[in-house]
């Protein structure tokens, strides 16, 4: 056995603190043939890194003589590290491992089976995020919780939940295009299907619409109060009706609806409104969710709204030009996040934040002004943009020494 002093540098640790990942300075990793692992405070293996090179991969029971209860974050796969694995095609997990870690098979590329133990409890944070191949999955009879995106992206067609399963996360079938049944027991303790599509059964909250449905309208049972994180991502109808009853909608959970063209709302509804297939809380005051397929190349922010909802314009795929109103004070996390047609921006005075993410991945962005009313940009609000992108600042502005600050071109008036 050899033991390995891993000393984190800068760079990584700038990393792993991005992406809400713990680690320790000094974190001491041992080495068991094809495995890396840590221990924990019972003495248990926490993996940390698979060596291998093997096709069908089994996580063993025990390193070293002490079991493995975790497979720990990036163990065969990282959104923080350049490790994309493109050979295995099946993993079993053997029986004691507890817990699946966040971010722990991220992107392997090849991997169309994963076989978990009846010992399993927990499965974190996008583990499984673009497996793309992922298609059999097993969920045990030991398994209590499953958080947000689980498997967000891979090639699922059919999923039973199990009566043990207690709770769940955001979506965590998420963009999982091909998924089109949903298995529940009709005894469940907790969950339920209606027409395909999942709900918590005392709660009535609504936690996935698979991605696989090819309905092209969707209407939201009546007496449904709200919309779970995610919980349409990447579904395939035009139209969506929304009852009464729903008052509660989590995030914007209509992102990459790629076909979706408008919400269809009733007059009567005591707190939401739809205005020109646009989705706004009734009075106007915040805007919700642009649909993805609205085909108008321009659009001007109503006078009456104070905030553009997180990530309402998310994806949105014709989208040109978009004038925010003087009405707006807030504009949110992710509001413009990956709009790859929109080219131009105009905010009038008035605007006092920008949250993060509000304008990356927008390749084709090139112009946007940045009014004097603005007090706070996040570090990560502008990114990824068009290369010739400039940002029209008023000279001696808190815009202006932001962009400088952050290595944004400007142009001060």
Not at 208 to 223: H, T, W
Request: glycine share 8%; charged share 20%.
């Amino acid at each position: 056995m050899r033991r390995i002093l891993l000393r984190a540098l800068a760079l990584a640790a700038l990393l792993l603190a991005l992406f809400g990942l713990c680690a320790a300075d000094d974190a001491e990793v041992l080495e068991s043939g094809s495995w890396q692992y840590t221990l924990n405070e019972n003495g248990e293996a926490v993996t940390a890194r698979y060596l291998g090179d093997e096709t069908e991969v089994t996580v063993p029971a025990s390193l070293d003589g002490h079991p493995v209860a975790v497979i720990g974050q990036g163990t065969f796969g990282s959104v923080s590290f350049p490790q994309v694995d493109k050979t295995i095609r099946k993993i079993t997990l053997s029986e004691g491992i507890r817990e699946i870690d966040d971010d722990s098979f991220f992107s392997c590329q090849a991997l169309e089976e994963v076989v978990l133990p009846e010992s399993l409890t927990c499965i974190g944070k996008a583990p499984f995020q673009w497996c793309e191949r992922l298609g059999r999955v097993n969920l045990p009879g030991s398994l209590t919780f499953i958080d947000d995106l689980a498997f967000y992206g891979t090639a699922l067609r059919e999923i039973s939940l199990p009566a043990s399963l207690q709770g769940m996360g955001s979506n965590p079938f998420a963009h999982c295009g091909a998924l089109t049944d949903i298995r529940v027991a009709p005894d469940h303790p907790v969950y339920e299907t209606v027409d395909g599509v999942l709900f918590e059964k005392e709660s009535r909250r609504l936690v996935c619409y698979p991605g696989g449905l090819d309905a092209a309208r969707y209407e939201i049972p009546d007496g449904t109060p709200a919309l779970g994180g995610d919980c349409f991502y990447g579904a395939r109808f035009s139209t969506l009706v929304i009852p009464d009853s729903l008052t509660v909608i989590e995030g914007n959970p209509f992102q990459q609806c790629a076909s979706l063209a408008a919400f269809d709302i009733p007059r009567s509804h005591p707190g939401l409104a739809s205005r020109s297939g646009v989705l706004f809380t009734k009075d106007l005051s915040t805007l919700i969710a642009y649909p993805c397929a609205r085909p108008n190349r321009s659009y001007t922010v109503p006078k009456q709204t104070r905030t553009i909802g997180r990530n309402a314009f998310s994806s949105v795929k014709t989208l040109e030009k978009v004038t925010i109103t003087g009405g707006v004070e807030i504009i949110s996390d992710g509001a413009f996040n990956a709009c790859r047609s929109v080219r131009e921006v105009r905010m009038a005075e008035g605007v006092r934040e920008i949250q993060s993410s509000a304008f990356v991945f927008c390749p084709s962005l090139s112009r946007m002004n940045l009014p004097a009313s603005l007090e706070k940009i996040a570090d990560q609000a502008i990114g990824q943009t068009a290369a010739g992108f400039t940002a029209e600042v008023v000279k001696g502005s808190y815009a202006e020494e932001w962009c400088r600050g952050h290595g944004i071109r400007c142009a001060a008036e």
